[in-house]
């Protein structure tokens, strides 16, 4: 009878409940969204002969307004992106022009590498968009992870299912699989480079990685300085800027 009890409670105690699978949610977006923040990055993006790699800046307010401007290499210094809700907008110096982007052009891949427009518009808290269950628990690199499975409530997200392998102790999804609402596998990422900045864990390098494309090698993302909860002036995110 004493072994059942000790057996029932470590079943109990061993597979999060619904509230904590909620709370491990809220973490992920605490360490991961921010009032604001400022990075300066770079993105290598590996094709199949050679690599390149884009610098750039970025400022960003919520998840609503963000301006890039890219530094790096000449051919894309001073090609820039501006987000103002679900609108998204490009400059490019050699066309002057500024297009729109919209509908099917989102899924587009972003200058050539393994991440979409759609992947720069949707930065909303998981926890607004999805619900979470838990799956199992397990050891990747001695660590603890959950692995839970996210299912959008909401329509016309770019990602309606995906499945997330969540440090018990970061709190941040080190490996991702993003799915279609078919179920079918489109992208892959993981995360790296973890920091402690301020209150919160903070990965600086992720890798995302197109499974539709069976020749990509991959994208990583580096982030060489990031600043959260700064001053950011109004006028970054005026459309006339894109052309200054």
Known sequence: ???????????????????????????????????????????????????????????????NKAFTEYLS??????????????????????????????????RQSVMGSDMSYNDILEDK?????????FEKEEIINDRKHYVIFLKAIEEGLAYPQ??????????LPIKEELYAKSGQLLKSTS??????????WFPTIFVFKDELKKTSKGTEWIIDEIEFDVDIPESIFFKSNLRK
Not at 126 to 133: G, R
Not at 191 to 200: A, D, H, N
């Open 1 to 63: 009878m004493i072994k059942f009890f000790i057996f029932f409670i470590s079943v109990i105690f061993s597979e999060p409940n619904d509230q904590i699978i909620d709370e491990i949610v809220k973490k992920m977006d605490m360490n991961l969204n921010s009032e604001n923040r400022v990075i300066k990055s770079k993105m290598i993006i590996h094709g199949r002969r050679t690599s390149r790699t884009i610098e750039s800046k970025s400022w960003i307010v919520g998840i």
């Open 125 to 133: 808290p998981l926890n607004d968009i999805y619900t979470a269950s």
């Open 73 to 106: 290499p000449a051919r894309e210094k001073g090609s820039k992106m501006l987000k103002i809700n679900d609108k998204l907008y490009t400059f490019t110096p050699q066309t002057d022009r500024i297009i729109q982007i919209s509908g099917h052009m989102l």
């Open 162 to 171: 995906r499945r997330a392998w969540v440090d018990a102790e970061y709190f």
């Open 191 to 200: 995360m790296s480079g973890i920091r402690k900045i301020g209150e919160r």
